[in-house]
């Protein structure tokens, strides 16, 4: 295999292609490995673990001399073309043996047997045209609401399902949930669901700046989204997701709207004192809202804002954080947190934009 790329080109696509490698390989070193195939003058670059794919073809600043396949170590390809200067980098794979040239620079690096890459899985499924940029949108709310944790593996998924006439969306740790409507999407038959691999909608949001339209195929135990050049097929997780709605209290007699810039801005100052776990207070009257935030042996925070309540004086306390990543991704001028009292979970939404919620668990405080 021999071929001439752009260096640009080529780094964007390892990158890609990369976040689907293993990466020290395990039980299978070629894993850690991007599986690199010439066909003219396409490139496509393969990354797999068994469970994640990732594939892009690159059809532009490609010049090929000899088609063939290789696979390359990921992570060393990638860091030495990083290191090569702008300009059209030579790549020859000669046995076990791959050149990559570029000006004066040259490097020898072994590859990997290419038959010991696993077979990589095919696309299944009819495809389903969806719109790229209100995808990713919904994706950067919900996707942060997963667990992390894979000693619980169905909450490290994402639950995508038919509902209400369109396609909804949702996360939850068990300390916070996030849930997304996308109105009109008909990607699943009524009542169906899938539990999709944050991991892999996480890697998802990364490719689909610039693109118009992605794809989506569904299969019995994987899903497949193409974007432009870039394939991504996941393993869909089984299992049954919790009964969410069962989490999100039917009425909120506490409502208080607040400037959605202030609240930010108030959070992320008094965060400052909330150490060790300390939890940010919100205490809700009808004079407006205090933030206070108390480290025992370090000091206090207190920021009053501007607000408009309803409802019997109430102090809630939450884990800063999980409240400001739901802000941050909250659509509109303007934040609406109901809640019921200090101990059951309160609901931060949009007055203007009800398709995205967010439920948050309060934090005991004495």
Do not use: W
Not at 37 to 66: A, F, M, N, P, W
Not at 242 to 247: D, E, M, T, V
Not at 249 to 261: D, F, I, Q, Y
Not at 335 to 345: G, N, T, W
């Amino acid at each position: 295999m021999k071929f001439r790329c752009e260096r640009d080109v080529l780094v964007e696509a390892l990158g890609t292609a990369g976040r689907a490698t293993a990466s020290r390989g395990g039980a299978l070193p070629v894993l850690a490995g991007i599986r690199t195939q010439l066909t003219g003058d396409t490139l496509t670059l393969t990354g797999h673990d068994l469970e994640l794919t990732i594939s892009v073809d690159i059809r532009e600043g490609v010049k090929g001399s000899e088609d063939g396949v290789a696979v390359l170590p990921a992570r060393l390809v990638s860091d030495v073309v990083k290191s090569l200067p702008s300009g059209a980098v030579e790549v020859e794979v000669d046995g076990e043996q791959a050149r990559i040239t570029a000006s004066r620079s040259e490097f020898s690096l072994r590859v990997f047997p290419v038959d010991e890459f696993p077979r990589v899985p095919e696309p299944v499924g009819e495809g389903v045209t969806i719109d790229a940029a209100e995808l990713a949108a919904a994706l950067r709310q919900v996707v942060p609401a997963a667990s992390s944790d894979d000693a619980r593996p169905i909450l490290t998924g994402v639950l995508v399902t038919a509902e209400e006439g369109g396609l909804r969306l949702v996360a939850t740790d068990s300390y916070r949930l996030a849930v997304r409507d996308l109105p009109g999407q008909s990607v699943l038959a009524e009542g169906q669901s899938v539990l999709v691999p944050s991991r892999a909608l996480n890697d998802l949001t990364k490719v689909l700046s610039g693109v118009g339209e992605l794809t989506l195929r569904l299969g019995e135990r994987d899903a497949s989204f193409e974007a432009g050049d870039v394939r991504l097929t996941t393993m869909l997780i089984e299992g049954d997701f919790p009964n969410y709605k069962g989490l999100i209290p039917s009425a909120h007699p506490n409502r208080l709207t607040v400037s959605r810039e202030a609240l930010l801005e108030g959070v992320r100052r008094v965060k400052l004192l909330a150490r060790e776990a300390t939890p940010v207070r919100l205490a809700m009257t009808d004079d407006g809202l205090d933030l206070v935030a108390v480290t025992q042996d370090v000091g206090q925070a207190h920021e009053s804002l501007d607000a408009k309540y309803e409802g019997t004086e109430l102090t809630v306390a939450f884990n800063p954080d999980y409240l400001l990543q739901g802000i941050e991704v909250l659509p509109g001028d303007e934040v609406l947190i109901e809640s019921v009292d200090s101990l059951k979970p309160a609901l931060v939404k949009s007055p203007e934009h009800p398709e995205f919620l967010y439920l948050l668990m309060p934090v005991r405080v004495s």
